[in-house]
T-cell receptor, first 114, second 112 residues
Framework: GESVGLHLPTLSVQEGDNSIINCAYSNSASDYFIWYKQESGKGPQFIIDIRSNMDKRQGQRVTVLLNKTVKHLSLQIAATQPGDSAVYFCAEAYSGAGSYQLTFGKGTKLSVIP | EAEVAQSPRYKITEKSQAVAFWCDPISGHATLYWYRQILGQGPELLVQFQDESVVDDSQLPKDRFSAERLKGVDSTLKIQPAELGDSAMYLC??????????FGPGTRLTVL
């Protein structure tokens, strides 16, 4: 498959360790934030989201933290597995006409070492 | 599980030729998006439809790109003529109201 991870920041972690991926967003008016996972040759896949009135949200093995003061978002993956290897994008959203419009960050490539 | 369908998955064309991509959103999703993703970057919105109407095409290069969603269901994105710089992944996504966007597998375009 073709990699979308070229020229991206890379995070390498040992299998079983926790991963933390960071993202800075730009629009203080954004009211919704999403993390997407993109595997080679595939479209982005939704992982977890958070509204701007929250500062933390947990899912299965994943936690998203939002710091609106410094416009920073992070994704924590617990007990990282080889299947977590992918490029991770954060996206900020604002309310458009009938739906959200997304602006994606630059992406981070996560490599899990077995 | 419902998915966004796109075709073709891969397209190789020569510059100055016309290309077209097709997207079938998840049934019932009124909002459809076309994105372009250059290798190593995040997706960038080209055009957004609400039913059959374009609600945002501010980033669509209208001299060569066109998009339509005539019956408010499936959609076609066309490039004519294609240029070398158009080589990218073209992603389609759909959503219902203010909910998450679901992405299709994309069409990888290579312009020679």
């Amino acid at each position: 498959g073709e990699s979308v991870g070229l020229h991206l920041p890379t995070l390498s972690v040992q299998e079983g360790d926790n991963s933390i991926i960071n993202c800075a967003y730009s629009n203080s008016a954004s009211d919704y934030f999403i993390w997407y996972k993109q595997e080679s040759g595939k479209g982005p896949q939704f992982i977890i989201d958070i509204r701007s009135n929250m500062d933390k949200r947990q899912g299965q093995r994943v936690t998203v933290l939002l710091n609106k003061t410094v416009k920073h978002l992070s994704l924590q993956i617990a007990a990282t597995q080889p299947g977590d290897s992918a490029v991770y994008f954060c996206a900020e959203a604002y309310s458009g006409a009938g739906s959200y419009q997304l602006t994606f960050g630059k992406g981070t490539k996560l490599s899990v070492i077995p | 599980e419902a998915e966004v369908a796109q075709s073709p998955r891969y397209k190789i064309t020569e510059k100055s030729q016309a290309v077209a991509f097709w997207c079938d959103p998840i049934s019932g999703h009124a909002t459809l998006y076309w994105y372009r993703q250059i290798l190593g970057q995040g997706p960038e919105l080209l055009v957004q439809f609400q039913d059959e109407s374009v609600v945002d095409d501010s980033q669509l290069p209208k001299d060569r790109f066109s998009a339509e969603r005539l019956k408010g269901v499936d959609s076609t994105l066309k490039i004519q003529p294609a240029e070398l710089g158009d080589s990218a992944m073209y992603l389609c996504a759909s959503s219902s109201s203010y909910n998450e966007q679901f992405f299709g597998p994309g069409t990888r375009l290579t312009v020679l």
